[in-house]
């Protein structure tokens, strides 16, 4: 289980800043597929009238998780950039902090 805060001091390659800052950290999500990309027109016009499936359908997934990517935004100059970590199947953003020693209360 990976927990990270939800803000970090680091390094900002903005060109106001060129130094750390706090940054405020979120999960990367992937958007949208554009329907107009170069690659989707081809897919799609290849797939038009008879003859069935054109393109291999890739069937053999062998990961079961996918590289947590947290974006950075400098909360100065609004820059952002990305930063991948490791995999982790649960990963948590600003949870409670695990404390040493501490008694489980209920």
Do not use: W
């Amino acid at each position: 289980m990976v927990n990270v805060p939800k803000s970090r001091k680091t390094y900002c390659k903005g060109e106001k800043c060129r130094r750390h800052t706090i940054h405020r950290v979120t999960q990367y999500k992937a958007g949208r597929a554009s329907k107009f990309a170069q690659g989707k027109r081809r897919y799609d016009r290849k797939q038009q009238g008879f003859g069935g499936q054109t393109k291999p359908v890739f069937h053999k997934k062998a990961k079961t998780t996918k590289k947590i990517v947290l974006r950075l935004e400098c909360n100065e100059c609004k820059y952002k950039s990305h930063l991948a970590l490791k995999r982790t199947k649960h990963f948590e953003l600003g949870g409670d902090k695990k404390r040493k020693g501490q008694m489980i209360m209920f």
